[in-house]
């Protein structure tokens, strides 16, 4: 269901053909090894525009950590053969779950912020391992079905930063792409 609203935002804002799904992940070979995109925008045999659909949703002490070296490792992999792709990652954490650390901060608060570290790739700031775009989404299960989600305003202008940005990235390096560019 997200991976169809993120292809239908993209579709929405210009970009026709963005495909995967959870039957239909897109295989993009890597420097180490290929691996399965959730979603991605290929033009003429080669990624333009990756996205990672992730969730945490038990365990985020645990999770967490391993999540952000998992991004940064599968961001990498790909961008040693297709330097220019623009890689976005959208992940669903559980509030339910979410515990305060010794710090005072929760782990899903520590986890955005490290997130927002890696999320700085613009050119001429190619580093392999960072990423365009993040979208953290903070769900409460304890909550009805049909109102689990926090913050639904905050989430939404989130949500068209995190198209915004990828988009803006994928036509600087992509001129031709953009819509109005005929």
Known sequence: ???SYCIQEFAARGLQGVRGG???EVGIRGFGRQKDWDLAYVLAD?????VSLKSILKNLSGTVPNRLDDLMGEAANVQQLQPEVVIGYVVIVDQA???IRRDGYTWSEVFESNLRKIAIRKAPLWNQGLIEGIWLIRIDSRRESGDRVVNVEDLDARGTNFFTSLLDELYLREPALRPDSA
Do not use: G, H, V
Request: glycine share 0%; charged share 45%; proline share 7%.
């Open 22 to 24: 959870q039957a239909d």
């Open 46 to 50: 080669k990624p333009r525009l990756l």
């Open 97 to 99: 779950e979410d515990r």
């Open 1 to 3: 269901m997200l991976a």
